[in-house]
């Protein structure tokens, strides 16, 4: 497996200008990220609502998208690293599904559906290769698709992919509290489409203390409780917003990398003092993900 930093040439895609100049309540956190080059994304299967066989795909617009995304990153100075990608994997991409890491120790993947079942190992390979502590998984997990670190809590999805009994497994593993939560709504079937964390720190930051931004409607009512309760000032998302995968986005604490179709989005995270970064990834959410999805991050 790959450890290089590098990549082809930038891309010439627009997208606005990064920043790290954090206004006075936010500040820019470095990032250590895990990619893969979509090389091989295709859409062969449909394991999801947007994934559509019968409709083309265009891999070379899918590799110079990811590129941007890449070249984003490396901008606002995160480290990204690089796994090889695998002929017959095409959905290997999405490197946030490969495992949940926290302080070196890196919780394997174990896939729901047989097509991405051999992604588990291959991640898993990855992180023993590159000096990560490996925990194998024994219960179905699709990673940081659907785990979510915000501060000491572990929010942990479930409903279409992650089952219950790997969130106690989180549990055991990383001795967080682990807070479980019930997706409802097949066409955001991971935690990381519904549920943005923009600021590491849990508890009041900033002006305001929107550390998450969620969509009510993808979580069923129990879940809609818990999060409002815990997060009384997250920024609540729109539907539309939702559905152009606006919430499946990345954030250093400062800049949060999204869709540029998510406008309400957008906007909500210039009135919180954020920085929203815009980033087209319109093929590879022919694959049912987005920005989020193709970021795994690798907490030491």
Excluded at 26 to 51: A, D, G
Excluded at 162 to 179: C, I, P, Q, W
Excluded at 182 to 187: G, Y
Aim: with cysteine; glycine share 10%.
């Amino acid at each position: 497996m790959s450890t290089h930093d590098t990549a082809p040439a930038p891309s010439t895609s627009p997208r606005t200008e990064v920043s790290t100049e954090a206004p006075a309540t936010r500040v820019q956190q470095h990032r250590r990220y895990l990619m893969c080059r979509p090389e091989h994304f295709t859409v062969s299967y449909k394991i999801n609502p947007w994934m559509e066989p019968a409709n083309p795909t265009d891999t070379a617009l899918a590799v110079s998208q990811w590129q941007t995304l890449y070249d984003t990153y490396l901008e606002l100075g995160h480290e990204v690293h690089l796994i090889d990608p695998i002929e017959g994997l095409p959905d290997m991409v999405y490197t946030a599904n490969g495992g949940f890491v926290i302080d070196g120790v890196a919780y394997g993947a174990r896939f729901r559906f047989q097509e991405r079942v051999p992604e588990g190992p291959a991640f898993m390979e990855w992180f023993r290769d590159n000096g990560f502590e490996v925990v194998e998984p024994v219960e179905v997990n699709e990673g940081e698709g659907d785990f979510l670190l915000v501060g000491d809590t572990i929010l942990a999805g479930t409903g279409f992919r992650s089952t219950g009994d790997s969130h106690r497994e989180l549990a055991d593993v990383f001795g967080k509290e682990v807070m479980s939560l019930t997706l409802v709504d097949p066409r955001f079937y991971h935690l990381d489409t519904a549920i943005s964390v923009l600021d590491p720190v849990e508890g009041p930051g900033g002006v305001d203390g929107a550390n998450i931004a969620y969509l009510p409607g993808a979580f069923d009512a129990r879940s809609q409780a818990i999060l409002a309760e815990r997060y009384p000032d997250a920024i609540r998302v729109a539907d539309a917003d939702g559905a152009v995968f606006g919430l499946n986005s990345a954030s250093d604490g400062l800049n949060v990398i999204i869709s540029p179709r998510a406008k309400g989005f957008e906007a909500q995270l210039r009135e919180r003092g954020y920085n929203p970064v815009l980033v087209d990834l319109s093929e590879l959410l022919l694959g049912g993900g987005g920005i989020k999805c193709c970021t795994l991050e690798l907490r030491r």
